[in-house]
C-alpha cells in the first residue's frame, strides 16, 4: 500500500511486518522514533506476543537480544552514533556466535563535538566487526531492505546492519510502498534457527577459544560475509519477482555502459548525484553513477567489472579516517588496483554539511581536468582551518577548537537537549 509516511514510521511497519518476537531498545537520535513507533504497535498487542524490552542502555540493548537469539527468538533493536559504539563489544560477540540479529543503524556523526546530524561514521567504525551491512538510498528501499535483512540474516546465521542516514531519510516524509502483512508472510519463512539453547541438551557458547583453534573460528565468520557476496544478488532477484520492484543487491549502477566519469556513493546523497549526472549529461559529458549497497561484504569483483570502462572514478563518503583520508575509497582502490583510472576520493556531508549540485558539479569538472586535490574536501572552510592553526601556533592554551571555529564563522553553539 502507498503511504505518505516519514522514514521511521516505514522502517518501523516494516519491522513489526516481519514478526520479531524480541525486540530490545535504547532511544538515541535520530533512530528514536522507530522504536517508540514499535512499543507502541506493541502495547496495543498489534505484534501479537512479541516482547519489548526497555533496557538502561545500547551494550544492554543487544546483549539482551544475544540472549534472545540464542534462544531461537527473532530479534530486532535500532540504535545510532555513540550508541553503535556503545554495543562494540557486543557487536563482536553477535557475530562471532553467528547470531542472525537486525539491526537499524540511523547514521549520525561521532563527537566530540557533540552532532546529531547524518554522516557515516558510525557505521564505518563498525565496518569490521562482522556483521552484513546495507545502506538505504530512499525510505523505499530502507523498507525493502529490511525485509531482505532478515532473511538473510536467517539464512547464513549472520548478524545484518541496515544503515538508513539520519535525519535526511529518518525524518523526512516519502511516498512509500508498505507491502500488505501477507505479502511479508509469503516471502519471509518462519524463523528457523541454526543453533538454539535448549536446557534439555545443555551446551555452552561463547566459551574460551586458544591459539590452536581461534583463526578458524575467525575465517567461518570470513566465510559468512563471501557466502553473502552469492546471497544477496539472488536475494534481490527474489525480492523483485516477489514485489515486482527491483530493491537491494551489491551494486546499483545507473548509465555506466559509455560513463568516462563514475561517482561511488553510499546512502542518500545518491539523489543529489543522479540530478547532476543528468545535468552533466545533457552538456555532453558522459557521466554515470554507482550505488554500493552491501558495504559488508564488499563487493570487489562487482565493483571492478561495473567501472572497468572509465577513465576516472570518483568516491564520495561521508566519513574521514583521521591520518588516512578516505575508508570507503580505500576499498575501491583496493579493488579496482591495476586498471588504468584515476581514482579521487571526496569527503563529504560530515556532520549533516549539506552536499549541493554545485558544489558537486564543480568538484567533477575540477576532477575531470586533474586538477582535483585528493583526498578533497568538499566545501572545507580553508580560512578558518589556516586561522585556528595559526591560533594554536602562537597561543598554547589557545582554547577548544569547536568553540574557536565556531566563533569565526560567526556563529553560535546552541545546547542540544
Not at 539464512?155 to 507491502?179: K, N, Q, R, Y
Not at 563518503?317 to 581514482?343: F, N, Q, S, T
Request: hydrophobic share 45%; proline share 5%.
Amino acid at each position: 500500500m502507498l503511504r505518505q509516511i516519514e522514514g521511521s514510521q516505514a522502517v518501523a511497519a516494516i519491522v513489526a511486518a516481519c514478526r520479531p518476537e524480541v525486540i530490545s531498545c535504547y532511544p538515541i537520535t535520530p533512530q528514536t522514533h522507530i522504536v517508540e513507533t514499535l512499543s507502541a504497535k506493541v502495547k496495543k498487542g498489534e505484534l501479537g506476543s512479541t516482547q519489548f524490552l526497555n533496557v538502561e542502555s545500547e551494550f544492554a540493548a543487544l546483549s539482551v537480544l544475544i540472549g534472545a537469539s540464542a534462544t531461537g527468538a527473532r530479534s530486532y533493536t535500532a540504535t545510532a552514533s555513540q550508541g553503535l559504539l556503545f554495543m562494540a563489544e557486543a557487536l563482536y560477540n553477535a557475530s562471532g556466535l553467528g547470531l542472525p540479529i537486525v539491526m537499524t543503524v540511523g547514521n549520525r556523526a561521532i563527537g566530540a563535538p557533540i552532532n546529531i546530524w547524518n554522516d557515516h561514521s558510525d557505521a564505518m567504525a563498525m565496518r569490521d566487526a562482522g556483521w552484513i551491512q546495507l545502506f538505504a538510498e530512499d525510505n523505499q528501499e530502507a523498507v525493502d531492505l529490511h525485509i531482505q535483512a532478515f532473511y538473510l540474516a536467517e539464512a547464513l546465521s549472520c548478524p545484518v546492519m541496515v544503515c538508513v542516514d539520519g535525519f535526511i531519510l529518518t525524518h523526512a516524509f516519502e511516498a512509500v510502498d508498505l507491502p500488505a502483512q501477507a505479502a511479508v508472510d509469503a516471502f519471509l519463512p518462519p524463523y528457523d534457527p541454526v543453533q538454539v539453547l535448549d536446557p534439555s541438551d545443555p551446551v555452552s557458547i561463547g566459551a574460551m577459544v586458544g591459539p590452536e583453534a581461534f583463526a578458524e573460528v575467525r575465517y567461518l565468520a570470513h566465510h559468512k560475509q563471501l557466502e553473502a557476496l552469492n546471497r544477496i544478488p539472488d536475494l534481490a532477484e527474489a525480492f523483485q519477482k516477489h514485489f515486482a520492484r527491483r530493491s537491494g543487491g551489491l551494486l546499483s549502477p545507473d548509465r555506466l555502459e559509455d560513463a568516462e566519469t563514475v561517482i561511488i556513493a553510499m546512502g542518500s546523497v545518491l539523489g543529489t548525484m543522479r540530478e547532476v549526472a543528468d545535468q552533466m549529461r545533457a552538456a555532453g559529458d558522459l557521466i554515470g553513477c554507482l550505488k554500493i549497497v552491501s558495504y559488508r561484504p564488499f563487493p570487489a569483483a562487482a565493483l571492478r567489472t561495473a567501472v572497468a570502462r572509465a577513465k576516472t572514478v570518483i568516491v564520495i563518503e561521508k566519513a574521514l579516517a583521521a591520518g588516512r583520508g578516505g575508508i570507503l575509497a580505500a576499498d575501491v582502490k583496493m579493488a579496482l588496483e591495476g586498471l588504468p583510472l584515476r581514482i579521487q576520493t571526496v569527503i563529504a556531508g560530515l556532520g549533516g554539511r549539506p552536499v549541493t549540485q554545485a558544489s558537486l558539479k564543480k568538484m567533477i569538472e575540477a576532477a575531470q581536468k586533474g586538477e582535483l586535490d585528493s583526498p578533497h574536501f568538499l566545501d572545507l572552510h580553508w580560512d578558518v582551518i589556516h586561522g585556528e592553526l595559526a591560533r594554536q601556533r602562537e597561543k598554547r592554551a589557545s582554547g577548544p577548537s569547536a568553540e574557536n571555529i565556531l566563533k569565526e564563522m560567526g556563529k553560535k553553539a546552541k545546547p542540544i537537549y
